[in-house]
T-cell receptor
Framework: ETGVTQTPRHLVMGMTNKKSLKCEQH?????MYWYKQSAKKPLELMFV???????ENNSVPSRFSPECPNSSHLFLHLHTLQPEDSALYLC?????????????FGEGSWLTVV | QKEVEQNSGPLSVPEGAIASLNCTYS??????FFWYRQYSGKSPELIMS????GDKEDGRFTAQLNKASQYVSLLIRDSQPSDSATYLC????????????FGAGTTVTVRA
């Protein structure tokens, strides 16, 4: 139990579907992140929110739409995805976004686009 | 140039041996460094953080940092089969804001 909970853990969706990934952190942190992990590639930072304000969008295609209603919850809305978007999507949180902050990951959501 | 580079694996070590993992980074101004362990099918979990030059020990794990050489390493002493995993090096880099950059990981297999 990392204190960061992601649902669903596994998701299979068609290219025309709309789905959402949900993340909740119970650590009292102020920053939340979405990362993408594809096979044989380093973790890719997608979005950063600090005090529910987006501070980073790492050139992510608009078919991925994040939402952060408060510092404890983060969503990733998915629509018209491509098969190459199939990956492990990791939510993470940290106390802040400064130099010494440690990031803690959730268990991840395995996404398969068919 | 990759921001964070790790020695390519996989690394196979016998049980009880020392596993040595290396990582270099491109941003000379980086201040904080982390090692995560990721078991197959699981998410990364933090095992070590280091901020100052020198060694930091935690149980069987020792992290070593040399900022002048832009190098950070992880030693696993008395390796156990349960240490078999992919180890990710992460470096907090500043580019307008701090961002954690990850290496591709080194997969370690401990042979019983």
């Amino acid at each position: 139990e990392t204190g960061v909970t992601q649902t669903p853990r596994h998701l299979v969706m068609g290219m025309t579907n709309k789905k959402s990934l949900k993340c909740e952190q119970h650590l009292g942190h102020n920053a939340m992140y979405w990362y993408k992990q594809s096979a044989k590639k380093p973790l890719e930072l997608m979005f950063v929110y600090n005090f529910k304000e987006q501070t980073e969008n790492n050139s992510v295609p608009s078919r991925f739409s994040p939402e952060c209603p408060n510092s404890s919850h983060l969503f990733l809305h998915l629509h018209t995805l491509q098969p190459e978007d199939s990956a492990l999507y990791l939510c993470a949180s940290s106390q802040g976004t400064g130099a010494g902050n440690t990031i803690y990951f959730g268990e991840g959501s395995w996404l398969t686009v068919v | 140039q990759k921001e964070v580079e790790q020695n390519s694996g996989p690394l196979s070590v016998p049980e009880g041996a020392i596993a040595s993992l290396n990582c270099t980074y491109s941003d000379r101004g980086s201040q904080s460094f982390f090692w995560y362990r990721q078991y197959s099918g699981k998410s990364p979990e933090l095992i070590m953080s280091i901020y100052s030059n020198g060694d930091k020990e935690d149980g069987r794990f020792t992290a070593q940092l040399n900022k002048a050489s832009q190098y950070v390493s992880l030693l696993i002493r008395d390796s156990q089969p349960s240490d078999s995993a992919t180890y990710l090096c992460a470096v907090n880099m500043f580019n307008g804001d701090y961002k954690l950059s990850f290496g591709a990981g080194t997969t370690v297999t401990v042979r019983a």
